[in-house]
């Protein structure tokens, strides 16, 4: 069955019915299952590496011969400014005794003091649990926060405590963003639509799309392996809502359209759904597909996005078109009040773009200086691109959440007082018989402050051995000592050593998102070119949307630039210019694709020039208030603390808007206007002029 005849089903007097009791049973058996979408979620793939780096090498060897390195590590902090007092050291003692029960094997390593006298570290590696982990860190911060001796600075860091960090961060922020989106998309339909019910229809039909989602992704995820983290989860709420919303503003505003037309509802609602049918699905695929693009990126994080979001797509889709058309012709016309639709005898004769006073005057400056018009958004595009100086890539331990926590403070009372790698050395695993080699190549390279005793393993195959980096773990400095720690010590005869360590993961990490980037973006680029051709059935024009799109990719990573650095948050996590460029070209372009399917099918009726510029006019508004809600909902993602999470939401945000306001409204009809008949080039748009159509005739009454 044909879309279009699919789609159509929800306008039948009989089938709309049956549409509804459909969805009934879907929500009834997806909410208990969207319920335990959390259950399933897997947060330890937000900091792997693929399995061939060499820091996920290092693990795996590590965790093989030296079975207790499978424990991530607490570290307490304590200092005294004016130096560590006999007090102070029996509360550290009493600290370590009371940490023994918490860490793996019962023991806790004796303290490591400061060159300087003021500060002293407990290490030990704890469950791995989840669960008890949890309950370990927090006993852990309850000791150091209960009773120190006045003075006395104390912090939890590690792997361990930063874990428990971001989760305790998000903890209830599921809830929060929910609710946020839903606020936020519940007042910007209030304002579109001035009705007092009508808003209420498509925040119900996206809320089900919703459920539907994540019981879906539930059942992928607990059956066929599918992975979520809380970051796919998120996206994947922000997604439906703002997709959603898109896709009902564009239905809405063309059964509007066809009622006035149509003395029937069915009829018109038929009408609205074959003719829109096509740019919603075209719509859908080009996110969808797009999105499963990132199935060819390495890293976990990354590739794990790519399913969660293509299902909440599909979703949104299904729902859209057919959940939303069968409760607006159920309810009738009334649901437009005060301002309804009435059907009008001869309106398929009159100009409906008098109707668009706004968009009829951009419509006008548009086709006054289409050149001048184009060129003009062109540069001033362009201009916002020089704002990406103000970003760098990398984004420190220490601001990756918008407020101050426990891990991160630890991190900055480490740096202050020990080498900047004594939180997280580095690790050298080699062969046993070639260690002492190995450490005299690791202390031989610049940036390596101290180089431990090699620890053999019980097999007595292999040496781990600890560098502290003089540098802090996640900086420029310490990546370019792991690599030249790596050139040093591979250069061993017969060590076969692999270095490890978090500052080795960041490196890695860095180096595994340049390969991602250079191949899903031209991936996702040719995807849309080929949806994008295949749907308006020309060669120039996609070309054009695609420039465009990379134009208007960069003009929001400018502008985007300038408001982060404004905030605070300029150094970009090295996974946000990836996920932000998929979400802009294959969400942003879909403006393009709902004004360019309209200008075909126009043109089609009236010619090039008055058919581009009707369909700039009866678009403009419902295109721009998809953009300005599908903006929102991406803003939505600054109540969340964590800096990734607010950089893509300000950047997907400025690319939303520049692309609705400026590309959509004049780059590309001027663009379109300044080429003529040549836009549908070799379509046979372009090989003659096409002859009006007679309008359809309204269907009677029955």
């Known amino acids: 069955m044909s879309p279009q ?28 299952l969207a319920v335990k979408l959390g259950e399933v979620q897997d947060n330890s793939t937000l900091g792997a590496l693929p399995a061939g780096a060499e820091s996920s090498r290092a693990v795996q060897r590590a965790e093989a011969a030296f079975p207790e390195s499978r424990h991530p590590l607490a570290i307490a902090v304590y200092v005294r400014d004016s130096g560590l007092t006999a007090a102070d050291r029996t509360r550290v003692e009493a600290d370590r005794a009371a940490f023994a029960p918490y860490a793996d094997g019962g023991a806790v390593s004796p303290p490591v003091a400061a060159a300087d006298g003021r500060a002293l570290l407990l290490s030990l590696p704890v469950s791995l649990d989840d669960e008890r982990r949890a309950e370990a860190v927090d006993a852990l911060k309850d000791r150091l926060a209960d009773g120190a001796p006045p003075g006395l600075r104390t912090a939890l860091t590690g792997d361990a405590a930063a ?57 992928l995820a607990r059956h066929a392996g599918l992975a979520v983290d809380f970051q796919s989860q998120t996206i994947l709420t922000v997604l439906v809502f703002g997709v959603g919303v898109d896709y009902a503003l564009l239905l809405i505003a063309r059964y509007r359209e066809e009622l006035r037309r149509h003395a029937d509802r069915h009829a018109a609602m038929a009408a609205a759904l074959r003719r829109s049918a096509g740019a919603v699905c075209a719509s859908a695929a080009t996110v969808a597909i797009g999105l499963l693009c990132l199935l060819a990126a390495d890293l976990p994080a990354t590739r794990g996005l790519g399913p969660v979001g293509a299902v909440g797509i599909a979703a949104t889709l299904l729902a859209m078109t057919t959940l939303l058309p069968a409760v607006l012709v159920l309810c009738g016309r009334w649901l437009f009040w005060p301002f309804v639709p009435r059907y009008t005898p001869g309106a398929d004769t009159r100009d409906h773009a008098a109707d668009h ?48 926590v426990g891990s991160v403070a630890g991190q900055r009372l480490i740096a202050a007082h020990y080498p900047g790698g004594s939180a997280a050395p580095a690790e050298i695993l080699a062969a046993a018989a070639t260690a002492d080699r190995v450490v005299a190549a690791a202390r031989a390279v610049p940036g390596v402050a101290e180089v431990g005793a090699p620890e053999r393993s019980a097999d007595g195959r292999w040496v781990r051995v600890p560098a502290v980096l003089a540098a802090a773990p996640d900086s420029d400095a310490a ?29 890695d990490e860095e180096r595994t998102v340049n390969r991602d980037n250079r191949v899903v973006i031209p991936l996702v680029l040719v995807v849309v070119l080929v949806i ?24 929001a990573m400018g502008a985007a630039g300038l408001l982060l650095d404004a905030l605070g948050h300029p150094r970009l996590f090295v996974g946000v210019p990836l996920q932000a460029f998929l979400f802009l070209v294959a969400l942003g372009v879909d403006y393009t694709i709902f ?6 099918e126009e043109v089609a009726r009236i010619g090039h020039r008055p058919g581009v510029l009707r369909a700039l006019t009866v678009t403009g508004g419902v295109i721009t208030s998809a953009g300005v809600v599908l903006a929102a909902t991406f803003g939505a993602l600054l109540v969340l603390p964590l800096v ?14 520049l692309d609705t306001l400026l590309v959509r409204s004049l780059l590309i009809p001027a663009l379109t206007l300044d080429l003529g008949v040549r836009t549908w080039w070799p379509g046979r748009l372009a090989r003659r002029s096409p002859q009006p159509v007679p309008p359809e005739p309204a269907l009677a009454r029955t």
């Open 479 to 507: 990546r370019d000592t792991v690599t030249r720690l790596r050139t040093a010590v591979h250069a061993v005869p017969d060590a076969r050593a692999l270095v490890g360590g978090r500052t080795a993961t960041v490196l």
């Open 532 to 555: 994008l051709v295949l749907l308006l059935r020309s060669l120039v024009a996609p070309l054009l949307l695609m420039v465009s799109v990379v134009l208007s990719y960069a003009a």
């Open 357 to 404: 006073g706004v968009w009829r005057r951009i419509s006008g400056l548009v086709a006054g200086r289409p050149r001048v018009v184009w060129l003009g958004t062109a540069a001033a595009l362009a201009a916002l691109t020089l704002g990406i100086g103000n970003l760098g890539l990398g984004l420190p331990d220490d601001e990756s959440f918008t407020t101050e």
């Open 644 to 657: 990734p999470s607010v950089q893509m939401g300000v950047i997907v945000a400025v690319g939303i808007l």
């Open 163 to 219: 874990e428990h960090d971001v989760f305790d961060a998000f903890s209830g922020m599921d809830g929060a963003l929910l609710l946020a989106t839903a606020l936020t998309v519940a007042l910007l339909l209030l304002v579109t639509y001035r009705s007092p019910v009508l808003w209420l229809i498509p925040l119900v039909g996206v809320a089900v799309a919703n459920q539907l989602a994540g019981a879906v992704v539930y059942l």
């Open 595 to 600: 004004l360019m399917t309209r200008a075909r």
């Open 5 to 32: 005849r699919l789609a159509g089903l929800p306008a039948g007097r009989r089938s709309k019915y049956a549409v509804l009791l459909l969805w009934l049973v879907l929500l009834v058996a997806a909410g208990p």
